[in-house]
């Protein structure tokens, strides 16, 4: 993995003090592609950057064959509102950062194997939604909405969050329970 281009030119162009963090969110990504998705994905550009606060992360393409991930570094070192700094919640904010991957992975998946970004939903809906319910069942996580579900499903939370919304109280310790977690 560490050869492979895209993890190079990823890694060499982060600042020094995020390398370990980026390399341990590549290994997460591997995990994630060979567990969730039948490594069907090709490996992305994920960076770390300084994205505004309301914005946890985001997938977009490169071109035909790319994939780009961003996390917002400032959740990774501890310089956003929602978490608390300091070295002791560094594991905790790491773990934030891997559910952020998850669900850009989510995204990645449905721009490239479906080819469907549900553009209407904020890319939030009944596929992203049922993709994301499937992986969260093997998480034990509670199921989730998209933003347009009704009726029974009105008391789930909405997928946007997923699946940090859908963790169980203290799972990131550095990121209070109470934070608004975005929109991602
Ligand atoms: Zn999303």
Same mark, same amino acid.
């Given at each position: 993995?560490?050869?492979?281009?895209?993890?190079?030119?990823?890694?060499?162009?982060?600042?020094?003090?995020?390398?370990?963090?980026?390399?341990?969110?590549?290994?997460?990504?591997?995990?994630? @592609?060979?567990? +969730? +998705?039948?490594? *069907?994905? &090709?490996?992305? &550009?994920?960076?770390?950057?300084?994205?505004?606060?309301?914005?946890?992360?985001?997938?977009? !393409?490169?071109?035909?064959?790319?994939?780009?991930?961003?996390?917002?570094?400032?959740?990774?070192? =501890?310089?956003?509102?929602?978490?608390?700094? =300091?070295?002791?919640?560094?594991?905790?904010?790491?773990?934030?950062?891997?559910?952020?991957?998850?669900?850009?992975?989510?995204?990645?998946?449905?721009?490239?194997?479906?080819?469907? !970004?549900?553009?209407?939903?904020?890319?939030?809906?009944?596929? +992203?939604?049922?993709?994301? @319910? *499937?992986?969260?069942?093997?998480?034990?996580?509670?199921?989730?909405?998209?933003?347009?579900? !009704? =009726?029974?499903?009105?008391?789930?939370?909405?997928?946007?969050?997923?699946?940090?919304?859908?963790?169980?109280?203290? +799972?990131? *310790? *550095?990121?209070?329970?109470?934070?608004?977690?975005?929109?991602?």
């Amino acid at each position: 993995m560490i050869n492979d281009p895209i993890v190079v030119e990823a890694l060499t162009s982060t600042p020094e003090e995020c390398r370990a963090d980026l390399q341990h969110l590549y290994v997460t990504w591997l995990t994630i @592609n060979d567990l +969730f +998705f039948g490594d *069907a994905l &090709t490996i992305p &550009t994920i960076e770390l950057a300084d994205l505004p606060f309301r914005l946890y992360g985001d997938y977009d !393409r490169i071109g035909d064959h790319s994939s780009h991930i961003r996390i917002n570094r400032r959740l990774v070192v =501890g310089t956003h509102p929602d978490v608390i700094p =300091g070295r002791r919640h560094a594991a905790g904010r790491l773990r934030l950062a891997e559910d952020i991957l998850l669900h850009e992975t989510v995204h990645a998946w449905q721009d490239r194997i479906i080819g469907v !970004r549900e553009p209407s939903w904020h890319g939030h809906g009944p596929i +992203f939604r049922d993709r994301s @319910n *499937a992986i969260g069942e093997v998480l034990g996580l509670a199921p989730v909405r998209s933003n347009r579900d !009704r =009726g029974r499903y009105a008391s789930r939370p909405i997928c946007s969050g997923w699946p940090m919304v859908a963790r169980p109280p203290g +799972f990131y *310790a *550095a990121a209070p329970q109470t934070a608004r977690f975005r929109s991602v």
